[in-house]
C-alpha cells in the first residue's frame, strides 16, 4: 500500500513530490489517521490540520484530543480550528454539513499559503458515494466524475484505495484510530448510500468499486476533452464587461448545441436546470423578463440574455459635503479657461465652472420622473426616454448614478452632462471631474 501511495502521490504532486511541503486534512478517524501515517512513515514533509466543529458533544473534543497527540508524538506542526457550527448555521438556510464543508475548505484556504498542496483523505467509497449522491440529485457529466484526484491545490492520493483496504492496513499496522458514531446514522443521506445501496451493487458485481473507480477515471478524461471544446464555444457568445455577461442570443441559437452552451455557462452562477432549458428553448422569450439564482440574475433583453451579481443592499443616496469629500469618488483638478481650448469628448470626464459646483451635492440613483437637458441638445428630456433612445438595457440603468446639484442633475455619470452646467465664455475657471473606472 505505500509503495502504491507513493506512486499516486507522484501522479498528483509531481516528479518532485518528496520534496514538496504539504497540509493534510486530518480528522482522527481511520482514512486520515492511515493517510498521515503514510506521510509519516515516508519522511515527507506536512502539517496536520484538524478542525472541531462541536457537533458531537464530548467525541469532538476526543478527536481533537486525539489528532493533537499524534502530531505531538510524531513532532509535526498541528493547527486547529474550532467552530460554533450550529450557531453559524442556524439563519444560513443551509445543511449542517454544508456549513461544516464551507467552514473547513474557507479556512484551509486562509492556511494554505506556506504549503505546496492540501492533502484529504478521500477514497474509492467516497468516490462511488459522491458520484450515486449527485445521481439521485440530477447531474450532468461533472457531477458524475465524482470526486477529481486534484483541484487546484487540493490532492486525493487515497482515491485508489477502498475503505477496507484503509481499515485493513490500520489493523495490520495497529494504528489506533477514533470512530465516528455519526456514520452509521442512516438518516445522512450519504449514510444510506454507503451502508444500503453500495453493498447491494457489491453484490451484483463484487468488484463494484474498481469497475466504478475504473469508469470515472474515463469520464474524468471525457469530460476535460469536453470542457476543452464547450469552452471555445463559450467564448465566441459571451462578452464581459466587468461583473457583467453578455450572451449574444442570434449567435447563441445558431449552434445547434445551444442548450449544452448555456448550462455550463450559467450553472457556474447556481442556475438551475428549469431556468437554463427555459432561456435555451425559448428564443423568442419577451424582453425584460428576469430569472434568478441564488447569486445572480438573468435578464432577457433585445439581443442578449444579459448576466450580473445580484445587486449588494447599499446607501442609495450619498451626500457630498466639499471637494476634499468629492475626490474618493472621482478626480478632481481645477483649470483657469481659455477661450480657444479644445475639450474631450469624454463620458467619464465632467468640465462644469466653478462657482456652479456648490455643496451639498449628491450622488444618487435616478428615478422615473427625472429629466436633464442634454449637452448640446435642446430643452429638457426624461431619463427613462433617453435610456431608450441609446438602447440602454435595464441592468446598465440599475448601476446608473446621477451627480446632482442644487436637486438639478448635473451629469448622468458616464453617460451625458447637462447643458445648464456647461463651460461658456464668461469661464474663469472650471473643475475637470473624471470618473474612475
Same mark, same amino acid.
Given at each position: 500500500?505505500?509503495?502504491?501511495?507513493?506512486?499516486?502521490?507522484?501522479?498528483?504532486?509531481?516528479?518532485?513530490?518528496?520534496?514538496?511541503?504539504?497540509?493534510?486534512?486530518?480528522?482522527?478517524?481511520?482514512?486520515?489517521?492511515?493517510?498521515?501515517?503514510?506521510?509519516?512513515?515516508?519522511?515527507?514533509?506536512?502539517?496536520?490540520?484538524?478542525?472541531?466543529?462541536?457537533?458531537?458533544?464530548?467525541?469532538?473534543?476526543?478527536?481533537?484530543?486525539?489528532?493533537?497527540?499524534?502530531?505531538?508524538?510524531?513532532?509535526?506542526?498541528?493547527?486547529?480550528?474550532?467552530?460554533?457550527?450550529?450557531?453559524?448555521?442556524?439563519?444560513?438556510?443551509?445543511?449542517?454539513?454544508?456549513?461544516?464543508?464551507?467552514? %473547513?475548505?474557507?479556512?484551509?484556504?486562509?492556511?494554505?499559503?506556506?504549503?505546496?498542496?492540501?492533502?484529504?483523505?478521500?477514497?474509492?467509497?467516497?468516490?462511488?458515494?459522491?458520484?450515486?449522491?449527485?445521481?439521485?440529485?440530477?447531474?450532468?457529466?461533472?457531477?458524475?466524475?465524482?470526486?477529481?484526484?486534484?483541484?487546484?491545490?487540493?490532492?486525493?492520493?487515497?482515491?485508489?484505495?477502498?475503505?477496507?483496504?484503509?481499515?485493513?492496513?490500520?489493523?495490520?499496522?495497529?494504528?489506533?484510530?477514533?470512530?465516528?458514531?455519526?456514520?452509521?446514522?442512516?438518516?445522512?443521506?450519504?449514510? %444510506?448510500?454507503?451502508?444500503?445501496?453500495?453493498?447491494?451493487?457489491?453484490?451484483?458485481?463484487?468488484?463494484?468499486?474498481?469497475?466504478?473507480?475504473?469508469?470515472?477515471?474515463?469520464?474524468?478524461?471525457?469530460?476535460?476533452?469536453?470542457?476543452?471544446?464547450?469552452?471555445?464555444?463559450?467564448?465566441?457568445?459571451?462578452?464581459?464587461?466587468?461583473?457583467?455577461?453578455?450572451?449574444?442570443?442570434?449567435?447563441?441559437?445558431?449552434?445547434?448545441?445551444?442548450?449544452?452552451?448555456?448550462?455550463?455557462?450559467?450553472?457556474?452562477?447556481?442556475?438551475?436546470?428549469?431556468?437554463?432549458?427555459?432561456?435555451?428553448?425559448?428564443?423568442?422569450?419577451?424582453?425584460?423578463?428576469?430569472?434568478?439564482?441564488?447569486?445572480?440574475?438573468?435578464?432577457?433583453?433585445?439581443?442578449?440574455?444579459?448576466?450580473?451579481?445580484?445587486?449588494?443592499?447599499?446607501?442609495?443616496?450619498?451626500?457630498?459635503?466639499?471637494?476634499?469629500?468629492?475626490?474618493?469618488?472621482?478626480?478632481?483638478?481645477?483649470?483657469?479657461?481659455?477661450?480657444?481650448?479644445?475639450?474631450?469628448?469624454?463620458?467619464?470626464?465632467?468640465?462644469?465652472?466653478?462657482?456652479?459646483?456648490?455643496?451639498?451635492?449628491?450622488?444618487?440613483?435616478?428615478?422615473?420622473?427625472?429629466?436633464?437637458?442634454?449637452?448640446?441638445?435642446?430643452?429638457?428630456?426624461?431619463?427613462?426616454?433617453?435610456?431608450?433612445?441609446?438602447?440602454?438595457?435595464?441592468?446598465?440603468?440599475?448601476?446608473?448614478?446621477?451627480?446632482?446639484?442644487?436637486?438639478?442633475?448635473?451629469?448622468?455619470?458616464?453617460?451625458?452632462?447637462?447643458?445648464?452646467?456647461?463651460?461658456?465664455?464668461?469661464?474663469?475657471?472650471?473643475?475637470?471631474?473624471?470618473?474612475?473606472?
Amino acid at each position: 500500500m505505500r509503495t502504491r501511495f507513493l506512486q499516486e502521490l507522484h501522479t498528483l504532486a509531481g516528479p518532485d513530490a518528496l520534496q514538496k511541503r504539504y497540509l493534510l486534512a486530518v480528522s482522527g478517524g481511520a482514512d486520515s489517521t492511515v493517510m498521515a501515517t503514510l506521510f509519516h512513515e515516508t519522511g515527507l514533509s506536512f502539517a496536520i490540520a484538524h478542525c472541531n466543529f462541536h457537533l458531537r458533544g464530548d467525541d469532538s473534543n476526543r478527536d481533537m484530543r486525539f489528532v493533537q497527540e499524534m502530531a505531538s508524538r510524531w513532532n509535526v506542526p498541528i493547527l486547529v480550528r474550532e467552530f460554533n457550527t450550529l450557531d453559524i448555521q442556524k439563519d444560513s438556510g443551509k445543511s449542517v454539513e454544508m456549513v461544516a464543508r464551507e467552514l %473547513r475548505y474557507q479556512w484551509f484556504s486562509e492556511i494554505l499559503d506556506d504549503f505546496d498542496f492540501l492533502v484529504t483523505a478521500h477514497h474509492a467509497n467516497d468516490a462511488a458515494e459522491t458520484q450515486l449522491l449527485n445521481l439521485c440529485r440530477g447531474t450532468g457529466l461533472k457531477g458524475l466524475c465524482g470526486i477529481p484526484p486534484v483541484n487546484g491545490k487540493t490532492i486525493r492520493p487515497m482515491l485508489p484505495f477502498t475503505a477496507q483496504e484503509i481499515r485493513q492496513y490500520a489493523e495490520d499496522h495497529h494504528i489506533a484510530y477514533v470512530e465516528d458514531y455519526t456514520n452509521r446514522d442512516e438518516e445522512i443521506f450519504r449514510n %444510506r448510500i454507503r451502508h444500503s445501496v453500495i453493498p447491494q451493487l457489491e453484490a451484483l458485481n463484487p468488484q463494484f468499486l474498481q469497475t466504478n473507480t475504473r469508469s470515472r477515471t474515463i469520464l474524468q478524461r471525457q469530460y476535460a476533452y469536453y470542457q476543452k471544446h464547450i469552452k471555445k464555444d463559450i467564448q465566441k457568445v459571451v462578452s464581459k464587461d466587468q461583473q457583467v455577461f453578455r450572451i449574444n442570443r442570434s449567435v447563441l441559437f445558431q449552434n445547434e448545441s445551444s442548450e449544452l452552451v448555456l448550462y455550463e455557462f450559467l450553472s457556474r452562477f447556481g442556475f438551475s436546470a428549469e431556468i437554463i432549458e427555459t432561456l435555451a428553448k425559448n428564443p423568442y422569450l419577451q424582453s425584460g423578463r428576469q430569472f434568478f439564482s441564488e447569486s445572480h440574475i438573468v435578464l432577457v433583453d433585445r439581443d442578449f440574455y444579459i448576466v450580473q451579481p445580484k445587486p449588494e443592499e447599499e446607501n442609495q443616496v450619498v451626500e457630498i459635503e466639499s471637494i476634499e469629500a468629492l475626490k474618493p469618488y472621482f478626480e478632481v483638478e481645477e483649470f483657469e479657461y481659455q477661450p480657444d481650448m479644445i475639450f474631450d469628448k469624454n463620458a467619464d470626464v465632467l468640465y462644469i465652472p466653478k462657482e456652479k459646483l456648490t455643496f451639498p451635492l449628491q450622488i444618487r440613483p435616478w428615478r422615473h420622473g427625472d429629466y436633464f437637458c442634454p449637452l448640446g441638445g435642446k430643452g429638457r428630456q426624461k431619463l427613462s426616454n433617453y435610456f431608450t433612445d441609446h438602447k440602454i438595457d435595464r441592468f446598465t440603468k440599475e448601476r446608473i448614478r446621477l451627480l446632482c446639484i442644487d436637486h438639478q442633475i448635473a451629469w448622468i455619470i458616464g453617460h451625458r452632462s447637462d447643458d445648464r452646467f456647461k463651460l461658456t465664455p464668461q469661464t474663469e475657471k472650471y473643475y475637470r471631474i473624471r470618473r474612475v473606472t
